[in-house]
């Protein structure tokens, strides 16, 4: 068993319904496979206000913690120190330290 997997949704500039195809399938197989932590590459978009896929992935995905689906799902941006959340995951994955600082509006982790 693995704990960590890093997705990139955004990778090939798919369409959004590609991307959450991708998304949705990638979220089941990694379950399955008794992933732990995901960190997902969605891309941010250039407008300077989350693209449209950054948008789905993201409302997605807390619909998706909000149903019991998932466990923990941290925007990017939030994955820093003053997250409880985002410390107790670091703690328990290191390979998550790299996305730790909340800079990145373009990822968000996820515990399944």
């Known amino acids: 068993m693995t704990a960590f997997c890093e997705i990139n949704i955004k990778d090939g ?9 991708y998304l949705r399938g990638e979220c089941e197989r990694l379950r399955r496979e008794k992933y732990r932590v995901i960190a997902i590459i969605h ?6 206000k989350g693209g449209a896929i950054c948008q789905k992935a993201r409302q ?20 820093e120190l003053f997250n ?25 982790v996820v515990e399944l």
């Not at 500039?13 to 195809?21: D, G, K, N, W």
């Not at 891309?43 to 300077?48: E, F, I, L």
């Not at 997605?60 to 941006?77: C, M, N, P, S, Y």
């Not at 409880?84 to 990822?107: E, T």
Request: charge should be neutral; aromatic fraction near 14%.
């Open 13 to 21: 500039m798919p369409t959004v319904e590609e991307a959450m195809r």
């Open 60 to 79: 997605w995905l807390k619909a998706q913690e909000k149903q019991k689906k998932l466990k923990t799902v941290i925007f990017g941006e939030d994955f």
């Open 84 to 108: 409880f959340d985002a410390l107790r995951l670091k703690g328990q994955y290191p390979d998550l330290a790299d996305y730790f600082g909340g800079h990145n509006h373009g990822v968000t």
């Open 43 to 48: 891309g941010y978009g250039s407008t300077g």
